[in-house]
């Protein structure tokens, strides 16, 4: 049974920086992409970034340049180093499987608040 738990969510201050964290279970996560997702308060979910098994990234346009997705394959694990954070970058962070895209997310995600 796949699993998915989030953490490493905060407040943080503008400017400062955060690692998230999502602890996998039940599927190689060696073989499949990921992906981060998030929700603004009040939008729709809204893509972050995607890894592919081979290691090779993509990253929506906000994010670029700021956020850093990886993986350890040994912990099980896929992280997103968050950097120059924005207020606007408070959101709840999901990560799910798949590269691309905002459906089939299971996780119960963690809260990311940018505040001074």
């Known amino acids: 049974q796949v699993q998915l738990v989030e953490s490493g969510g905060g407040l943080a201050q503008p400017g400062g920086s955060l690692r998230l964290s999502c602890a996998t279970s039940?599927?190689?996560?060696?073989?499949?992409?990921m992906r981060w997702v998030r929700q603004v308060p009040g939008k729709g979910l809204e893509w972050v970034s995607g890894?592919?098994?081979?290691?090779?990234?993509r990253y929506a346009e906000f994010a670029k340049g700021r956020f850093t997705i990886s993986r350890d394959n040994a912990k099980k694990t896929l992280y997103l180093q968050m950097n120059s954070l924005k207020v606007e970058d408070t959101a709840r962070y999901y990560c799910?499987?798949?590269?691309?895209?905002?459906?089939?997310?299971r996780g119960q995600g963690t809260q990311v608040t940018v505040s001074s």
């Open positions: 039940g599927f190689f996560l060696s073989a499949t992409g």
């Open positions: 890894i592919f098994s081979d290691g090779s990234t």
């Open positions: 799910a499987l798949g590269i691309f895209g905002t459906e089939n997310i």
